[in-house]
């Protein structure tokens, strides 16, 4: 899982980036402050999330064991929910979209929760 989720957090990052770029460029003329707020923070925490799957990748081969790779999985699922769903929120204006973003939330919280469990129970 190491390779698996440092590849798909150095590819999460570069999207980030592009979405941040294209959320500053393409879309400030496009949507209100509101939903462009929505956009960047979905941007904002696909970054973050893209380098703990850079960290999971990392405890995976350092701390072997289930929690590292759920903590990798947990990291894209939250990915995926969170910021999925406040990119098309900001982009279709359905405010509906925004119930599934809480999913996303607590599969980061998790993630971070699995990525600590990895650390903390690791045999020395």
């Not at 995976?60 to 990119?87: D, N």
């Not at 098309?88 to 971070?112: C, D, E, M, N």
């Amino acid at each position: 899982m190491e390779k698996t989720f440092v590849v798909i957090g150095a590819l999460s990052g570069l999207v980030s980036v592009a979405a941040g770029a294209f959320g500053a460029h393409a879309l400030k003329a496009r949507l209100g402050p509101d939903l462009l707020a929505v956009f960047e923070t979905g941007a904002r925490y696909q970054m973050f999330h893209a380098l703990a799957l850079v960290a999971a990748g990392w405890a995976s081969a350092r701390f072997p064991g289930t929690a590292a790779s759920l903590a990798g999985w947990l990291f894209l699922g939250g990915t995926v929910l969170f910021s999925g769903s406040l990119y098309a929120l900001a982009l279709t204006g359905v405010r509906a979209l925004g119930a599934v973003t809480p999913l996303g939330g607590v599969a980061f919280l998790g993630g971070w929760l699995a990525l600590a469990w990895a650390a903390g129970t690791a045999a020395r």
